[in-house]
């Protein structure tokens, strides 16, 4: 087969993969596909995590009750405001009690980027963090790149566009194959 066919055969593969989606574990690895996550907003819209296949999505879990959740937000907003026309979606995940949801709602007026209860997810492979804050980054593709854990200091509008930068330069299959 000629070079230009392989080309064509690998890319509709990867479409093919892409498109039916593939099982995920309960965990979210750096490296694995994200598991499903579909949760219904505050506001009333629905956050589904494989309808946004071909973004970058960042995925940060907070509560209000947590000072390092708060001190990052502001990090999170201003990332989310630049960054978010090119192409990169974000979610909030309280997880706060169901008692607390005003608390939630309060919070979430301040940010631009959408937030929702953890409690709401309707499908919610990633579980219960261990700890709070805790962020991924899933690119195009589906596939967890980077995950900013408690105790690394937090998430820095600098450390997000580290991790997001990189995988908005990086082209899809379909690009490839129109090329």
């Given at each position: ?25 309960a ?26 296949r ?54 979430a ?21 261990t ?33 997001v ?15």
């Amino acid at each position: 087969m000629e070079l230009g066919k392989k080309v064509i055969a690998i890319g509709l593969l990867l479409l093919t993969l892409l498109s039916t989606g593939c099982p995920a574990s309960a965990s979210a690895d750096v490296g694995q596909f994200a598991p499903a996550l579909v949760v219904d907003e505050i506001g009333g819209s629905k956050f589904d995590l494989a309808a946004l296949r071909g973004k970058v999505v960042v995925i940060n879990f907070w509560a209000t009750w947590c000072p390092p959740c708060r001190k990052e937000m502001p990090a999170l907003d201003a990332f989310y405001r630049q960054y978010h026309a090119k192409g990169v979606e974000m979610i909030g995940l309280s997880t706060d009690r169901p008692h607390d949801r005003e608390d939630v709602e309060s919070a979430a007026k301040s940010l631009n980027y959408p937030v929702a209860m953890l409690e709401d997810a309707k499908d919610n492979g990633f579980g219960d963090p261990t700890a709070i804050p805790e962020t991924f980054v899933v690119d195009a593709t589906g596939v967890v790149r980077a995950k900013f854990e408690a105790d690394d200091n937090g998430v820095t509008e600098q450390s997000l566009a580290a991790a997001v930068q990189p995988l908005l330069q990086v082209q899809t299959p379909s690009e490839i194959l129109v090329h």
